[in-house]
Nanobody, 115 residues
Framework: QVQLVESGGGLVQPGGSLRLSCAGS????????MGWYRQAPGKQRELVAG???????NYADSVKGRFTISGDIAKATVYLQMNSLQPADTAVYYC?????????WGQGIQVTVSS
């Protein structure tokens, strides 16, 4: 019924940049909040950046000053601009949308930062 699809991942050298995109498809609806999460091998999934409709944007301390989230919750679109990438940023990145009590997740996209 509802899908979130990520794109824009890949392999990049340390210090490089990538922009991730997430687009909703299926039945039209509006989210209350959207964000990006990531999960590295052997680690728990963590919040990278997110925002609430009419509220504040928040970032993980590890990405502040390097990553920027943007988008339009009403259109179910969200982006993550990632600059000054480091090997520690290597992970599968997931797009998330929230509507009321329900959560929707994308399939995840690989970001690898390596020389």
């Amino acid at each position: 019924q509802v899908q979130l699809v990520e794109s824009g991942g890949g392999l990049v050298q340390p210090g490089g940049s990538l922009r991730l995109s997430c687009a909703g498809s299926g039945r039209f609806f509006s989210f209350n909040a959207m964000g990006w999460y990531r999960q590295a091998p052997g680690k728990q999934r963590e919040l990278v950046a997110g925002f609430v409709s009419g509220g504040n944007i928040n970032y993980a301390d590890s990405v502040k000053g390097r990553f920027t989230i943007s988008g339009d919750i009403a259109k179910a679109t969200v982006y993550l601009q990632m600059n000054s990438l480091q090997p520690a940023d290597t992970a599968v990145y997931y797009c998330k949308g929230v509507r009321g009590r329900y959560e929707y997740w994308g399939q995840g996209i690989q970001v690898t930062v390596s020389s």
